[in-house]
C-alpha cells in the first residue's frame, strides 16, 4: 500500500521561502516510472500542479511558478521536497503530493495522480 | 498551456439519475491523457479515470469516461449519494500538467 504524508510549516511571512517534505512509503523513487508531483488548491479554489519529479531525476515545473520552485528528491529517506521563494499571500493554499498512477495491465506509469497525501495548509500572512 | 474548461460549473441532480460531465481542451491531449478526480470537502482529490476510459483501481463501474482530442466526458450512470462531489479532469499529454476549474455535483 503506497502512502504519502506532506509536512511543513503552517504560517510563512510574505517573501520568505517555503520548504514542504513529503514523506512516502510503499513504493521507491529508485524504481523505473516513479514519480511524484506537487499539487496545490486555494481555498475554494481549482486544483494547479506545481512541478513532478521522475525515479531518474528529471524534473518539470509549471511555467508560472518555475523561477520560484525546486523539486528534490532523497530515495534514501523516501522523500520530496518541494521549495518555493518569495512567498506572497495569494501562495496561500493546501499543498498536496501525489504519486504517479501505474496502469496494472501495462505496467506502464502515467503522469496522473492515483494517491495522494492527506495536504498540508500553507497560510502566507505577515 | 493546454487549458481545460468544464462545464457545466453545477449539476443539480437526484441520486441515482445519470450524470454527465464535460471537459474541453484548448488543444488537442496527446495520447487521451486525461484524466479525472473527484473531490469531497476536507479531503484529498481521488483518481477516478485515467487514459480517457481507464479507471482506476476500486473505481466501481457506474463511472466510465469517454473522449479523444479535445472534447472529453465522464458519466456516472446511477448517482450514489456518496458521488456527490466536485469532479475535477487534468490532462497530462503536454508539460504543465493542466487541471480543469471543476464541475459541482449537488443533490437536488
Known amino acids: 500500500q503506497i502512502t504519502l504524508k506532506e509536512s511543513g510549516p503552517t504560517l510563512v511571512k510574505p517573501t520568505q521561502t517555503l520548504t514542504l517534505t513529503c514523506t512516502f512509503s510503499?513504493?521507491?523513487?529508485?524504481?523505473?516510472?516513479?514519480?511524484v508531483g506537487w499539487i496545490r488548491q486555494p481555498p475554494g479554489k481549482a486544483l494547479e500542479w506545481l512541478a513532478l519529479?521522475?525515479?531518474?531525476?528529471?524534473?518539470r515545473y509549471s511555467p508560472s511558478l518555475k523561477s520560484r520552485v525546486t523539486i528534490t528528491k532523497d530515495p534514501s529517506k523516501n522523500q520530496v521536497v518541494l521549495t518555493m521563494s518569495n512567498m506572497d499571500p495569494v501562495d496561500t493554499a493546501t499543498y498536496y503530493c501525489?504519486?504517479?498512477?501505474?496502469?496494472?495491465?501495462?505496467?506502464?506509469?502515467?503522469?496522473?495522480?492515483?494517491?495522494w497525501g492527506q495536504g498540508t495548509m500553507v497560510t502566507v500572512s505577515s | 498551456e493546454n487549458v481545460l474548461t468544464q462545464s457545466p460549473g453545477t449539476l443539480s441532480l437526484s441520486p441515482g439519475e445519470r450524470a454527465t460531465l464535460s471537459c474541453r481542451a484548448s488543444?488537442?491531449?496527446?495520447?487521451?491523457?486525461l484524466a479525472w478526480y473527484h473531490q469531497k470537502p476536507g479531503q484529498a482529490p481521488r483518481l477516478l479515470i485515467y487514459?480517457?476510459?481507464s479507471r482506476a483501481t476500486g473505481i466501481p463501474d457506474r463511472f466510465s469516461g469517454s473522449g479523444s482530442g479535445t472534447d472529453f466526458t465522464l458519466t456516472i450512470s446511477r448517482l450514489e449519494p456518496e458521488d456527490f462531489a466536485v469532479y475535477y479532469c487534468?490532462?497530462?499529454?503536454?508539460?504543465?500538467?493542466?487541471f480543469g476549474q471543476g464541475t459541482k455535483v449537488e443533490i437536488k
Open positions: 501525489a504519486h504517479r498512477v501505474r496502469d496494472i495491465a501495462s505496467g506502464i506509469y502515467y503522469s496522473a495522480f492515483d494517491v
Open positions: 510503499g513504493v521507491s523513487l529508485s524504481t523505473t516510472g516513479v514519480g
Open positions: 519529479i521522475y525515479w531518474d531525476d528529471d524534473k
Open positions: 488543444q488537442s491531449v496527446s495520447s487521451t491523457y
Open positions: 487514459g480517457a476510459s
Open positions: 487534468q490532462q497530462y499529454g503536454s508539460s504543465p500538467w493542466t
